[in-house]
Structure formats: structure tokens, C-alpha cells
């Protein structure tokens, strides 16, 4: 009965490489947010989708590039991987977009990256 | 832009009463989110303020002053659990009405 879920929990790879974390949420929400979290714990907005929309996108290199086949599912696809990409990513989803008063958005577990 | 800021550390005793302060400027204010993040896990929800005033639930409040571009969380009753990092978050009405933005998280840590 998880209701936002990523996986994988953990992921080493190597400089140059190609990943990629997926992300389902159950709640039946709207939109789908993507977060990275450095080593300083500093969260920050990466994309958001809405209903397989693009509506939030941060000054992220484009090796990033996040897929929604539909509103249950976000994933987040990372070429050529890079030292700095080290951190935590974490999924997020929310029941509409517009900011409403209830639109509170609910945390996935979190991927934590390593590049060596 | 946005800055956010709250203290990077705070200590506080078992039972004891604890703020955590957080101040921002934005543009486009839509309201102002608490989470607590315990290490290794995700960030969940504790409060929700966009009116001025204070919000209870339970040992937590949290009160917001949007002239002042102010808010704090307010912890009764510290428990040993309660340590934690505690985020200040703003929502902006940019970006489709629900882009967060959060401060760099309080440390707490509650001592017997």
C-alpha cells in the first residue's frame, strides 16, 4: 500500500554511464515532481509533471530527462553520468497543480545515486 | 528568485519547547510548507500555513506572517524522536502555481 514508491533504493554505477530510476505513486494524483538532494541536504526542484505534461523545468543539464507514460508514473533517465550527479533523488507527487490549498506534495523514499 | 533562510542547527531537551524560525522573500507567495526529513528517509508533511496566523496539529504549530515574510514551527513537548532536520518550504505561484522551494533545513537535536 506504498504510495509513492522508486526504484531502484540504491544505485552505484560509473562515470559515463547511462541510468535511469523510476517512480510510481498510487494516490491517484495529478502531478509528479522530481527532486535531487545534494550532500549539504539541500532539496531542490528538478522537473514536475502534470498528467504526462511538462510544467516545471529547472535549469537541469539536458543529459537529464525525465519520461511520464502516464500520471502514475514518473521516470527520470540520466546520460553520460557525471561525478556531480552524486545525491539523492527523490519522487514526489501532489493532487492537482494549481496550488490549491490542499495540494500537499507527498515524498517518495528516495534514490540514492553514487557515480564513481 | 527566492531566498529562504532558518538556522542550520538547534539543540533542545527531552520535554522542552522548541521554535524553528524561517524567513523568506518571493514574488508570487502561495503558501508556506513545514516537512521533517530523518536521515536516510523522505521528507514528510507537517504543516501547511497561506493565511497569517497559526495552524495546530497536535505538539506541532506552526505560524506564518506574510507582511513580515516570517514563519516558525513550533515543537511541544520534545520527544527523542523529534530529531530530525525540519524544512521550510515556499510554494510560488510561477511554474504552474505549486513550484517548491526549499530552505537548507534545521537540524534538531533533542537531548535527554
Known amino acids: 500500500d506504498t504510495a509513492v514508491s522508486q526504484t531502484p533504493k540504491y544505485l552505484v554505477t560509473q562515470m559515463g554511464n547511462d541510468k535511469s530510476i523510476k517512480c510510481e505513486q498510487n494516490l491517484g494524483h495529478d502531478t509528479m515532481y522530481w527532486y535531487k538532494q545534494d550532500s549539504k541536504k539541500f532539496l531542490k526542484i528538478m522537473f514536475s509533471?502534470?498528467?504526462?505534461?511538462?510544467?516545471i523545468n529547472e535549469t537541469v543539464p539536458n543529459r537529464f530527462s525525465p519520461k511520464s507514460p502516464d500520471k502514475a508514473h514518473l521516470n527520470l533517465h540520466i546520460n553520460s553520468l557525471e561525478l556531480g550527479d552524486s545525491a539523492v533523488y527523490f519522487c514526489?507527487?501532489?493532487?492537482?497543480?494549481?496550488?490549491?490549498?490542499?495540494?500537499?506534495?507527498?515524498f517518495g523514499p528516495g534514490t540514492r545515486l553514487t557515480v564513481l | 528568485g527566492q531566498n529562504i533562510d532558518q538556522p542550520t542547527e538547534m539543540t533542545a531537551t527531552e520535554g522542552a519547547i522548541v521554535q524553528i524560525n524561517c524567513t523568506y522573500q518571493t514574488s508570487g507567495f502561495n503558501g508556506l510548507f513545514w516537512y521533517q526529513q530523518h536521515a536516510g528517509e523522505a521528507p514528510t508533511f507537517l504543516s501547511y500555513?497561506?493565511?497569517?496566523g497559526l495552524e495546530e496539529k497536535g505538539r506541532f504549530s506552526s505560524f506564518l506572517s506574510r507582511s513580515k515574510g516570517y514563519s516558525y514551527l513550533l515543537l511541544k513537548e520534545l520527544q527523542m524522536k523529534d530529531s530530525a532536520s525540519y524544512l521550510c518550504?515556499?510554494?510560488?505561484?510561477?511554474?504552474?502555481?505549486?513550484?517548491?522551494?526549499f530552505g537548507t533545513g534545521t537540524q534538531l537535536k533533542v537531548e535527554l
Open positions: 509533471y502534470n498528467n504526462k505534461e511538462l510544467i
Open positions: 500555513n497561506v493565511l497569517d
Open positions: 518550504a515556499v510554494r510560488d505561484k510561477a511554474g504552474g502555481g505549486n513550484k517548491l522551494t
Open positions: 514526489a507527487s501532489s493532487q492537482v497543480p494549481s496550488g490549491g490549498a490542499s495540494d500537499t506534495q507527498y
